[in-house]
């Protein structure tokens, strides 16, 4: 049974540096989905893709922040110039995306960064 | 996209019955009540959602007001390991999930 995997799970990075994640969704989910997590609360919808298209982004998104799903398979995060707010934990989750009501996300087992 | 609120804590002995409560007092017709949970350091679960009938899985069941303004996760029989962070959210119509912090249900031996 393959989930939603990502990697790294852990990424220690110095203040200004630039780091990628990436996101391996379920095969044949359509929609994959960017949360971040800080610590003591819930996970913040960060942006999401139908196939390769991004659809949503969340003002939460800075102009640092990039994500990617070329030919709709698997993603990445790309966040530039990175500060220590940055610091957290980021979720990506996947779902079939059919617009119907079984439509729940399955989430992978995050990466946390730490900017020092 | 509607909100919800949930007690911050709440503690259940094991082998008993885990009640946690919702209220989405903002929520349209057609938004889903959805239930993550999630154990410490590890991505959330889903458990469960509904619209407007109750709803019962292997993992729990989901009672729904008739108004649609609030709802009540039940686990049956709760064990050690379902102490978690439960979340209820209204689903957006996009998909999104807006997550709020959640009640920290403890499940004490």
């Known amino acids: 049974d393959t989930g939603v995997s990502q990697d790294p799970r852990h990424k220690i990075t110095k203040r200004g540096q630039n780091v990628t994640f990436r996101c391996d969704p379920i095969s044949e989910h359509n929609r994959l989905y960017w949360y971040r997590q800080t610590l003591g609360q819930g996970p913040e919808f960060l942006t999401y893709?139908?196939?390769?298209?991004?659809?949503?982004k969340s003002r939460l998104l800075s102009d640092r922040f990039s994500a990617e799903r070329p030919k709709g398979s698997f993603s990445t995060l790309e966040i530039q110039r990175t500060e220590q707010g940055d610091s957290a934990m980021y979720l990506c989750?996947?779902?079939?995306?059919?617009?119907?009501?079984?439509?729940?996300?399955?989430f992978g087992p995050g990466t946390r960064l730490t900017v020092t | 996209d509607a909100k919800t609120t949930q007690p911050p804590s709440m503690d259940c002995a094991e082998g008993r019955a885990a009640n946690l409560p919702c209220n989405h007092s903002t929520i349209s017709g057609n938004e889903y009540v959805y239930w993550y949970r999630q154990i410490h350091s590890q991505g959330p679960q889903y458990i469960i959602h509904?619209?407007?009938n109750n709803e019962t899985n292997e993992m729990a069941s989901l009672i729904i007001t008739e108004d649609r303004k609030s709802s009540t996760l039940i686990l049956p029989h709760a064990t050690l390991r379902d102490t978690a962070v439960y979340y209820c959210i209204v689903r957006s119509n996009t998909g999104k999930l807006i997550f709020g912090q959640g009640t920290t249900l403890q499940v004490k031996p």
């Open positions: 893709f139908q196939n390769e298209a991004q659809l949503e």
């Open positions: 989750a996947s779902s079939l995306g059919t617009g119907s009501s079984r439509d729940e996300q399955y």
């Open positions: 509904g619209l407007k």
